[in-house]
């Protein structure tokens, strides 16, 4: 009876057995991986770096335009919608023209009225001239006639005036787009009703663009007397850099509310490629450059309210908590506390935190934005 389970077991165990061996060489390689994992790392340095303060900017459009109706009545199609290109004088949207082409009917009629009475005020004052030169008629009823005739010329001329409002207001009920561009934003849709004045749709040109920042009435100062302000933007290969606007003004007075003053800094063409109106910048206002350690933007770990970087230490990496200062783009992150001069960071705090890694060969010290 004893022996039954025993033979159970045995045929369970056995499997797990034979499984042994093809185990230890699985674990075997991982553990020698594990052990060569190398991270490339790049030696912390003090260099050159502009110094001032920075601000939050958002990206705004030079041209935008926010389209409104000029005509009433009920939105008969919205042909776009938001993310749309369009063109100078494409249709962007159609208001019911019921009441407009009745207004066009009633102006055409008192145009055709109007040129009637002016023939038959034209012929009078010929009769008129004529009886009058053989003597049949006083002068006075010629005098009458002229006056007639120039009355229904003036009538004609008021009646095309008329005509020519009303096919002006029918045209309002296509609403078309003023510049070429993209549509940012639709505040109607099909069926709402439009009144003059009415906001229908928001266009916008890509170029040119600005940074607009808020400058704080304290530091007002400081902005004006800056050599230097940058704007940062991100590239197309993935990392920011730090480009100079085209042109910068200000507007002259303070806001009541928040104290700040709108700095408008206009971008170059090729800065635009990569940013959409609405996108937050960083806006730098330097007064000079200073010495400051920096490491490239790669290096650092952030983990909650952690910010790190692994720091090579023997034949393993130790991860040592930093205090960042300034984003200097392709020149580094400031680092304001927590590493020394020298000390080797590495690249890839990922592959850094495995079990086993070591200190590979560092990068160029010259350039280490751009290693990865």
Avoid: C
């Amino acid at each position: 009876m004893n022996s039954l389970p025993r033979l159970i077991s045995l045929a369970i165990a056995r499997p797990v057995y034979r499984l042994w061996p093809f185990l230890g060489a699985l674990v075997v390689p991982v553990a020698f991986a594990q052990s060569q994992v190398q991270v490339q790392v790049v030696a912390a340095q003090v260099r050159l770096v502009g110094v001032g303060f920075e601000l939050d900017g958002v990206i705004q459009p030079v041209k935008q335009s926010t389209v409104s109706a000029q005509a009433g009545g009920r939105v008969a199609t919205l042909v776009v919608q938001a993310g749309d290109k369009v063109r100078a004088g494409q249709v962007l949207a159609t208001i019911d023209d019921r009441e407009a082409q009745t207004g066009v009917q009633r102006s055409q009629a008192e145009v055709a009225q109007a040129q009637a009475a002016l023939r038959n005020a034209q012929a009078n004052y010929d009769r008129t001239r004529d009886l009058q030169s053989k003597g049949f008629v006083s002068a006075a009823a010629l005098d009458t006639a002229d006056s007639q005739l120039k009355g229904a010329s003036a009538g004609r001329d008021q009646a095309g005036a008329g005509a020519r409002q009303s096919a002006l207001a029918q045209s309002f009920t296509r609403v078309t787009a003023p510049f070429d561009g993209w549509v940012l934003q639709t505040h109607v849709e099909a069926g709402d009703l439009a009144v003059p004045g009415k906001p229908l749709l928001t266009v916008y040109a890509p170029l040119p663009i600005r940074a607009v920042v808020q400058v704080p009435v304290s530091r007002a100062s400081q902005a004006q007397a800056a050599n230097q302000v940058e704007v940062l933007v991100p590239l197309k290969s993935g990392p920011t850099q730090w480009i100079r606007p085209v042109s910068r003004s200000s507007v002259p007075t303070a806001d009541p509310v928040s104290q700040t003053i709108e700095w408008r800094l206009e971008l170059p063409p090729e800065a635009a490629q990569n940013l959409l109106p609405g996108q937050q910048v960083r806006v730098r206002f330097a007064a000079g450059q200073t010495q400051r350690m920096v490491v490239p933007i790669s290096a650092v770990l952030r983990r909650g309210e952690l910010t790190a970087v692994y720091v090579a230490s023997g034949k393993g990496f130790v991860l040592k908590a930093v205090r960042l200062g300034s984003d200097h783009g392709a020149d580094g992150v400031e680092v304001a506390a927590g590493l020394s001069a020298g000390d080797l960071v590495a690249l890839d705090p990922a592959r850094a935190g495995l079990a086993g890694a070591t200190a590979g060969p560092a990068a160029a010290a010259s350039t280490p934005a751009a290693a990865k």
